[in-house]
């Protein structure tokens, strides 16, 4: 059977030689008006980040600050969405509210200890995101009071895959606004700022 196959020509893999990794270039400057796929980060074109709810928050910490981004998702031993974890929560008040409720140290807090749950994230949904300008999108996490949100492609089952991401920092920058770290209605303040300058 196999004898009808003619193998391939197998030559050495070359000192040096790089391999391929997914990279989605965004558009450096945006308005209200573009597309809101141009401040989107495509999960089809860019490997996601993530981290098990196991996981201590020190390295959750480390593995934002490795990575330079200020979002992780969070994954189960079924490679499942979990929930998510910020920068925010790892810096504000969380670890010391858990640490108060729970005792203990900082190296004992985890990262399913202070991560938002899935039970308790709210999604948009890729269909309706494809239609959307910037300006809803930074409608929708103001009204949301959120730093993030997921975009979600839906199967005919109704089953859910993450197939998007959407940070105000990153729609900020895009948009020419100063980005103020960990305070997210400066951040509004900031992009009203330059909508206002035209």
Not at 52 to 59: I, L, N, Q, V, W
Not at 115 to 128: A, G
Request: net charge positive; hydrophobic share 45%; aromatic share 4%.
């Amino acid at each position: 059977m196999i004898s009808q196959f003619k193998a391939l020509i197998s030559v050495p893999l070359k000192a040096g030689s790089m391999c391929l990794r997914p990279i989605q270039t965004l558009p450096e400057h945006v308005k209200l008006t573009n597309p809101a796929t141009d401040v989107m980060t495509d999960l089809t074109k860019i490997s996601v980040v993530s981290v098990r709810a196991k996981t201590s928050m020190d390295k959750a910490n480390a593995k934002m600050i490795k990575y330079g981004i200020r979002m992780l998702l969070v994954l189960d031993d079924n490679e499942q969405l979990a929930g998510l974890i910020t920068a925010s929560d790892v810096l504000g008040e969380k670890p010391i509210r858990y640490l108060q409720h729970m005792g203990g140290t900082y190296a004992d807090i985890m990262v399913r200890d202070i991560m938002t749950p899935q039970r308790e994230l709210d999604v948009m949904n890729i269909q309706d995101v494809k239609k959307a300008k910037v300006g809803n999108i930074v409608a929708t996490l103001k009204k949301a009071n959120r730093q993030h949100t997921m975009v979600v492609s839906e199967a005919a089952d109704g089953s859910q895959t993450v197939c998007g991401l959407f940070s105000i920092t990153q729609i900020a920058r895009q948009l020419g606004a100063q980005v103020p770290h960990f305070e997210l209605a400066r951040t509004f303040a900031e992009i009203e700022t330059v909508i206002s300058r035209g």
